[in-house]
């Protein structure tokens, strides 16, 4: 069982929609969370992190942690062309020199 | 450098000889890691260096792999003896130090391709 699973995708959504992203992960004893976005042959750069329960907003971007479920979400409002991009799930568990990333979502929002 | 600088960008080689990857983190970060992704994969931990601790090379698929880094500044990846399941990105990133809630900035890569 992989430690943080993303379906690969390509997630389609039409610009203006919301587009949902998910992410679970197999050890509860994971403590931080955070989504990458990754433009084809550029380097991931940070999206949001979250650490504790719940929904934390910025900007467009909403991440959702639900520990009990162990799934994390990332939530993109008014979706734009620009989102379009890998979107990596990572989790750091309770030893911090450690993170492990999904192999991402697609996402393609259409004009 | 405001960045993670990683080079060279680029690098094909035969198969069998050995190369190194050279990654210059943002200044001030303690905390250095190296992953690989091979093409549609998610990223793949190699080794994490933390100051002037003990490296976790937990992550390093084999012994042709080893890294080495100097207190806290440049590290350098070293693939020995290279095969053609080496070829992927390797890619660097930094971070201001250990705490839980520090995310990585991430070098540009280095696309290393086995002939």
């Known amino acids: 069982q992989k430690e943080v699973e993303q379906n690969s995708g390509p997630l389609s959504v039409p610009e203006g929609a919301i587009a949902s992203l998910n992410c679970t992960y197999s050890d509860r004893v994971s403590q931080s969370f955070f989504w990458y976005r990754q433009y084809s042959g550029k380097s991931p750069e940070l999206i949001m992190s979250?650490?504790?329960?719940g929904d934390k907003e910025d900007g467009r971007f909403t991440a959702q942690l639900n520990k009990a479920s162990q799934y994390v979400s990332l939530l993109i409002r008014d979706s734009q062309p620009s989102d379009s991009a890998t979107y990596l799930c990572a989790v750091n568990k309770y030893n911090f020199n450690k993170f492990y990333f999904g192999s991402g979502t697609k996402l393609n929002v259409k004009p | 450098g405001a960045g993670v600088s990683q080079s060279p960008s680029n690098k094909v080689t035969e198969k069998g000889k050995d190369v190194e990857l050279r990654c210059d983190p943002i200044s001030g970060h303690t905390a250095l890691y190296w992953y690989r992704q091979r093409l549609g994969q998610g990223l793949e931990f190699l080794i994490y260096?933390?100051?002037?601790?003990?490296?976790?090379k937990s992550g390093l698929p084999s012994d042709r792999f080893s890294a080495e880094r100097t207190g806290e500044s440049v590290s350098t990846l070293t693939i020995q003896r290279t095969q053609q399941e080496d070829s992927a990105v390797y890619l660097c990133?930094?971070?201001?130090?250990?705490?839980?809630?520090?995310?990585?900035?991430f070098g540009d890569g280095t696309r290393l391709s086995i002939l």
């Open positions: 979250i650490y504790s329960n």
């Open positions: 260096f933390q100051g002037n601790s003990a490296p976790d």
């Open positions: 990133a930094s971070s201001l130090d250990r705490g839980v809630e520090q995310p990585q900035h």
